[in-house]
């Protein structure tokens, strides 16, 4: 506490330092901030403490290297002070490792130095210190340091919070692979369209009218909306993006390095949302949700598309050409409950399905025959 003019003094290794000047300096409540005092020299820790203590953080400590990384797994603190020179493992380590680590990068670390030793100050500065604080100490000087040290760390909480907060709502009106394009490539994302080898699938709901009659008011809406959530997640764990839902259906594209590894998810997929369309017994099939799907691989155009209106802007992730076309009409071309698949995409399949050749057919607004594949199923286990 400071009395009117009265000096206190605290005896360090050195000589002395004054923990209160007599120029008016205010002590300032602490944030309850919890500190890690890394030395091994009990004296200069003594005082850390008891200066931290009056200041009103929470001071831990830590007699050498080890010691310290160690106590910052159990729990980390807001702040550091580090010496260099410690048994164990010196503080020039300890600072290395620390910010090395995602975990712990952004805990400030000031290097406690002896006076004059700038060798040190620059192997602090390669190490990856935010400060310096020279032996022996000035008590102004040490409380300007921490509170410097965790007002900087405030404001990079915040920003990361605010950060944070945008990605979330980014993450809602934006599709996955437009934010993987992003995040790969934070300064110039990659959002033009490219032509990239694909499995595009599209599904159509049918059934509307025979619901109806048979569905209290409200109710259809809330199977079909249920039916229509189950199919994102199952098309989301499988790394594909909805490109667009429009009336009843929708547009998904897989993508994958492995030309045969993106069909067969697309196929899987396709096959788990027929499932979730269908009853187990038969007697309840009449009248229920059908679902009419085609899908097919190869070349097409991908990439992303932002629509600006009024009220904001919109991303769509999207896919173009022959290859997304042929696959539309398959689906139309669908019976209740078939997967319609391409020459292209069967294929790729290999032996692991039962597989029905259909033969071609001329499909609308396309100018030449398309070979079709009925996509029964898993072959059963033997």
């Not at 990384?69 to 010496?83: G, N, Y």
Request: proline share 4%.
């Amino acid at each position: 506490m400071v009395t009117g003019s009265t000096t206190y003094h605290h005896h360090v290794s050195g000589p002395t330092s004054t923990l209160w000047d007599s120029g008016g300096g205010v002590q300032m409540p602490g944030e309850d901030a919890l500190i890690l005092v890394v030395d091994d020299e009990p004296a200069n820790v003594e005082y850390l403490v008891e200066t931290l203590e009056e200041l009103g953080y929470r001071p831990a400590t830590a007699l050498n290297g080890q010691e310290a990384l160690d106590q910052v797994r159990a729990a980390a603190p807001d702040l550091i002070l580090l010496d260099v020179v410690m048994p164990v493992m010196d503080g020039l380590t300890v600072c290395r490792t620390l910010k090395g680590s995602d975990d712990t990068r952004l805990i400030p670390i000031v290097i406690m130095s002896a006076l004059g030793a700038t060798d040190d100050r620059i192997r602090g500065i390669e190490a990856g210190a935010d400060d310096f604080l020279t032996k022996p100490f000035d008590s102004r000087e040490l409380v300007a340091r921490i509170r410097t040290a965790l007002a900087l760390r405030r404001s990079v909480e915040r920003k990361l919070g605010e950060i944070r907060r945008i990605s979330d709502h980014f993450a809602k009106f934006v599709p996955a692979s437009v934010r993987r394009l992003v995040t790969a490539h934070p300064d110039a994302p990659e959002l033009a369209k490219r032509a990239q080898d694909v499995t595009v699938l599209f599904l159509d709901l049918s059934g509307y009218t025979r619901l109806s009659e048979r569905l209290p008011p409200g109710l259809v809406d809330e199977l079909v909306e249920s039916y229509f959530s189950a199919c994102l997640d199952r098309i989301r764990d499988a790394g594909g993006d909805i490109n667009e839902t429009s009336g009843d259906g929708f547009m998904a594209i897989f993508e994958d390095a492995d030309r045969q590894a993106h069909a067969v998810r697309g196929v899987e997929t396709a096959l788990a949302l027929r499932d979730l369309a269908t009853p187990r017994r038969r007697e309840d099939r009449k009248g229920v949700l059908a679902v009419h799907m085609g899908i097919n691989s190869g070349m097409a155009q991908v990439g992303s598309t932002r629509f600006e209106g009024a009220r904001g802007s919109r991303w769509t992730f999207t896919a173009t050409g022959p290859v997304t076309n042929v696959a539309a009409r398959l689906a139309g071309s669908a019976q209740e409950g078939e997967l319609i698949g391409s020459a292209a995409t069967v294929a790729r399949l290999g032996d692991g399905y039962r597989i029905e050749r259909l033969g071609p057919a001329r499909l609308k607004n396309l100018s030449d025959p398309v070979e079709r594949y009925r996509i029964v199923g898993r072959h059963e286990a033997s």
